[in-house]
Structures are given as structure tokens and as C-alpha cells.
């Protein structure tokens, strides 16, 4: 079965989580530099069968979109052009960040694990992932 692919879009990083192949338990799996990450997806896709992207839109408290969603959508545009086979949806993504540190506090990190920012990345796509599929199961019941 093809795997969901999460990514926390950053100006200078990203975040990609996966889930696993029968799609029950969604794990992080690298954070790289922005401009690197077409070509870290070209070459995961190579290896792995990926059935659907899930990019997180920043938006408000308001639920409009933040001034990171125009940089999202030209991504998904790109993305959309290398990967015209695969469906690229958006999930809400507020507050993924805060989530991820507290559950790195949870988690017992140490604090100098916290401070790195590709860990926090990584766990926010995680999070994304995770709530997307808890979503999709909803709306299956």
C-alpha cells in the first residue's frame, strides 16, 4: 500500500513525516532545507510509492490564511507540476509547533535537542500527518 507523505513547509527548513505502508501510524522522517526539498521528495519517491502529499497551510487564529501561504502555494504548484499523478491536499496546521515542542517536553528531550529547530520541523509534520488521518477516519465512521 502507498504511504501519505506530511510536509511542514518553511522558508529555510521543512518538515516531512510518512506513514507507514499500510497507513495506520504516521512517523517523522527527516527535515531538509527548503531549497533542497524537491529533490529530496524526487528521490524518496523513487524508492517509496507515496499515494497522497499532505502540506500543512499556515493560517490565523481567524482561520484566514498567514503571510507563509502564498510561499505554501507556490510549493504545491511546483510540487503539483513534478508529481501530476499524485493528489496534493492541505491540512490546517496552526499551532503544530507549539504541539511538537510540548510533546518533546513530554517526551523527556533534552533541552538541547528542543532547541534544534529540524526536530521541532519534523514532529510538526508529524502532527499534521497524524490529524489528517485522524480526520479521514472520522469522516469514514
Known amino acids: 500500500m502507498p504511504r501519505l507523505l506530511a510536509i511542514d513547509y518553511g522558508s529555510k527548513r521543512t518538515g516531512i513525516a510518512v506513514t507507514d505502508p499500510l497507513q495506520i501510524i504516521a512517523t517523522a522522517l527527516d527535515t531538509v532545507r527548503t531549497h533542497?526539498?524537491?529533490?529530496?521528495?524526487?528521490?524518496?519517491?523513487?524508492?517509496?510509492?507515496?499515494?497522497?502529499?499532505?502540506?500543512?497551510?499556515?493560517?490565523?487564529?481567524?482561520?484566514?490564511?498567514?503571510?507563509?501561504?502564498?510561499?505554501?502555494?507556490?510549493?504545491?504548484?511546483?510540487?503539483?507540476?513534478?508529481?501530476?499523478?499524485?493528489?496534493?491536499?492541505?491540512?490546517d496546521e496552526r499551532f503544530t509547533s507549539s504541539m511538537a515542542l510540548q510533546s518533546m517536553i513530554a517526551g523527556g528531550s533534552k533541552k538541547s535537542d528542543r532547541r534544534e529547530k529540524g526536530n521541532i520541523d519534523k514532529i510538526s509534520a508529524t502532527i499534521i500527518l497524524q490529524s489528517y488521518m485522524e480526520n479521514r477516519n472520522n469522516l469514514r465512521l
Open 36 to 91: 533542497d526539498l524537491l529533490e529530496f521528495l524526487k528521490s524518496y519517491a523513487q524508492k517509496e510509492v507515496i499515494e497522497t502529499f499532505i502540506v500543512g497551510m499556515p493560517r490565523r487564529l481567524d482561520n484566514t490564511e498567514s503571510e507563509n501561504a502564498a510561499r505554501v502555494k507556490v510549493f504545491i504548484k511546483q510540487l503539483q507540476k513534478i508529481f501530476p499523478d499524485v493528489p496534493v491536499l492541505t491540512h
